[in-house]
């Protein structure tokens, strides 16, 4: 029997085998190209395509669906057109234009039945844990996860099912702030230690640390909430991206944003650790009074120092 030559074993007359040898040039496959999108390829010179990077049935079912969707979160982080990652131009305003199309998303999950039911289900989850909601009003413009990742440069926090919540790590750590920074208060003290629990120090056991008696929801928006859009202009864009100090010739870049409106309603709950023990609710009393006092006077989210993130208490 005739033994196969090895794929690096020298020919008859002396040459090496040439892989690929015998196909047709190009891509070295067989059968016609592949049918790609040129459309990026502008000859206007205009960056990107006009719609989301998606398989060409998937694109078509979803230019037919897309009028209809009520999940903002799905469409903000998932279906950006590739012109809208490039950002707007003077001519043209894809980032601006698309952001309008998550905010039409918005208004239609908030006047849904699922924003209804979906709070009703919240106040059950929190009231069986012990908690006594109430409602804070924002002053001004509410912004969160500016720094998430995602398809554009400035992100926003939402939920699975499209909802701007407060995270409850956050809440817990502006209650937190507003009890340490401006009543002065610490871990030396027992209603601040069982309100928030401590970590081990360096050098202490890990025995040593224990959890907050406490649990803070996310705080979810009543009904009718809204999105607005928002611009900041950094006018130092070499200088903040590490190219050059910041000179006065650099040009500024207005960067479009997505912000809660003024006038939007949260519901806030603060609710009891299974197995800790507040009788007489006391410490959610105390706990709940230093955040309405936080949200007030330190703000929540993102560029607080600029007025952003500001509430007033309802109840």
Do not use: C
Not at 60 to 68: D, E, K, L, N
């Amino acid at each position: 029997m005739r033994e196969r030559p090895r794929p690096d074993q020298p020919r008859g007359n002396g040459r090496p085998p040439h892989r690929g040898a015998g196909r047709p040039p190009g891509d070295g496959r067989s059968g016609p190209p592949r049918d790609r999108d040129r459309s990026a390829e502008r000859p206007d010179g205009e960056r990107g395509r006009p719609h989301p990077l998606l398989p060409s049935t998937t694109r078509t079912f979803w230019s037919s669906a897309r009028a209809h969707v009520t999940n903002p979160a799905l469409l903000f982080d998932r279906f950006a057109p590739e012109a809208a990652v490039f950002g707007d131009r003077t001519d043209a305003t894809p980032r601006r234009d698309f952001l309008r199309e998550v905010i039409a998303a918005a208004e239609r999950l908030a006047r849904s039945d699922l924003a209804g039911h979906l709070l009703a289900r919240w106040e059950a989850t929190v009231r069986a844990a012990g908690a006594e909601p109430f409602s804070v009003e924002l002053e001004s413009r509410l912004v969160t996860g500016l720094g998430a990742h995602g398809p554009l440069e400035i992100g926003f926090r939402f939920d699975r099912l499209g909802f701007p919540v407060l995270p409850g790590s956050g809440l817990k750590g502006v209650a937190r702030a507003y009890a340490h920074l401006v009543e002065r208060r610490d871990e030396s003290e027992p209603d601040f230690l069982a309100v928030f629990g401590r970590v081990p120090r360096s050098g202490e056991a890990h025995e040593v640390g224990q959890a907050g008696a406490l649990v803070f929801f996310d705080g979810y928006p009543e009904p009718g909430w809204r999105l607005e859009l928002d611009v900041m202009t950094p006018h130092y864009p070499d200088y903040y991206s590490g190219k050059e100090p910041p000179t006065p010739w650099q040009n500024p870049n207005p960067v479009t944003f997505l912000a809660v409106a003024p006038g939007t309603r949260y519901r806030i709950a603060i609710g009891l650790r299974q197995g800790a023990s507040d009788p007489d609710g006391r410490l959610r009393a105390l706990a709940a009074e230093w955040l309405r006092k936080g949200l007030a006077q330190l703000g929540f989210g993102a560029k607080t120092t600029s007025g952003y993130g500001v509430f007033r208490s309802r109840e």
